[in-house]
């Protein structure tokens, strides 16, 4: 449950920070998971608004409201985050506690981080005296801090571009290339999502960011007019497709209780529980199979039957690779 109030506030705070002319409650529940736009379960909704507004001010930034003029309801106000409240990086100081924090967040970054921002700050920490010796120690860590596809993909959201890049489906053993409209980036249930049109499918599509294993590469990137005619609402749509396929798709699982299985699992959005036997909701079989893997014995699938099998394909490639037998791989089709 804490992981899931820290995802949401990062997810409301990226949102309110990220906006201008501010953003009204609709607009907010409908991008960010954890929020339910349901009508009918509004008032559930805004308390739990109510609530994420107050740790972001707990934690000391100054989130302001607009009423347009002349409206009077509320729902037309319009929240984002004070800028002049995000303090620039020469105006902080740190403890030595806190800088060695900093410096091992760099050096996962390194190799992993395209975002230019993050270059930056890490160009002005190199060059702080309190930092000095500190950014350049080795260190071993596993995982991308930032995919290195979100910049490119934004980008050419924002200026309706076609884009080409490799693709890795679950179950392939190759990258097929894709050419996409790009319509818009989401994030939802802890990753970023790319949603476009795929142009040789002729057909809407959903990309997860991992799985993308080339450079974005961006057709015609110094034209000014768009390239295509984007759907009003693509992020919305996308977001609200994920939302319902998140509550329509429940695997069940049964855990060791007091294992890591046990609370990470529990303690998922919408888990149900009936002793070791959770029903977890869940977007992606893969995923969800990749992460059911990492518990070894303290999880067996119980159904669906695809994910029993997803995971046992898993454990006997890890056992495989432990033992020094040659691992087979079958491709499927991409579509």
Sequence with gaps: MANEHLQRHMALFLALVNTQTGLTKHELYTRIHGYDPDLKRQSATDRKFERDKKALRQSGLTIQTVLPHGEIDNKETRYRIDPSAIAPLEAMSFDSDERFLIASALRYWQGEATDSDSRMAEIKMRANPEFSGMTSAPVSATGRAIDPALRALRD???????????????????????????????????????????????????????????????ENPDADEPAFDRPVGAADSALADLRELWQQQTAVVSVVPGSDADMRLRRRESTT???????????????????????????????????????????????????????THEGAGDE
């Design 273 to 327: 529980a009936d002793g070791p036997r959770l029903s977890v909701h869940y977007s992606d079989l893969e995923l969800l199979a990749d992460e059911l893997t990492g518990y070894a014995n303290d999880v067996t699938v119980l159904e669906p039957e695809r994910l029993r099998d997803a995971v046992a394909e898993r454990l006997q490639r890890i056992a495989s690779m432990h033992s020094g037998a040659p691992v």
């Design 156 to 218: 050419a959201c924002d200026a309706q571009k076609v884009v080409r890049f490799d693709y890795q489906r679950p179950g392939s053993s190759q990258a097929r290339e894709r050419r996409v409209e790009a319509w818009a980036v989401v994030y939802f249930d802890g990753r970023w999502l790319f949603t476009g049109r795929d142009l040789w499918a002729e057909a809407p599509r959903t990309f997860l960011l991992r799985r993308i294993l080339s450079d974005i590469v961006i």
